[in-house]
């Protein structure tokens, strides 16, 4: 591998995805924090995600229809705030592998590009090869043509 082929745009996304886990963690204290986000965005989701999961447990061990109680506000939007920071996780780890595939399509597109341009170039100087071979030939046959109505040494006087 060159020195200058190496992939530095991996590495940031890399340094990008390591660094989104205290982000998170930040966001989650945060969110934890301030009760408009504690009631409206940690509450819900962590009571849904509760209830969705008591309920498949409950479908698995054979118990149906049986009633599911709410967790308590602070696990609830501790767990609110846990699928937060996940999300925000995901959601970095998605944007760089987006960006990533963008990338290698461009570098591909372009390296596409190259190839039909050096392709069509060739096809190109076929063609001029191919004229200069006529033109070459014609030139050829003409200098023979003359060759041979020019005397013959033996018959020079007649």
């Known amino acids: 591998m060159a020195v200058g082929a190496f992939p530095i745009a991996k590495l940031l996304y890399l340094g990008v995805r390591q660094l989104s886990k205290p982000v998170a963690n930040k966001i989650k204290a945060g969110a934890l924090r301030s009760e408009f986000f504690k009631t409206y965005v940690c509450l819900p989701p962590g009571q849904l995600y509760h209830w969705v999961e008591m ?51 461009s570098n591909s597109k372009r390296k596409e590009e190259e190839l039909n341009h050096t392709l069509s170039s060739l096809q190109a100087q076929i063609g001029e090869m191919a004229l200069n071979t006529e033109t070459l030939d014609a030139r050829l046959r003409e200098v023979n043509r003359l060759l041979l109505s020019l005397p013959q040494p033996g018959n020079v006087w007649q």
């Open 55 to 105: 309920k498949t447990k409950m479908r698995i061990m054979g118990f149906r229809g049986s009633t599911i109680k709410p967790l308590n506000e602070e696990a609830a939007a501790e767990l609110g705030a846990e699928l937060l920071g996940e999300a925000i996780i995901f959601i970095i780890g998605g944007g760089c592998m987006i960006l990533e595939y963008s990338r290698q399509a």
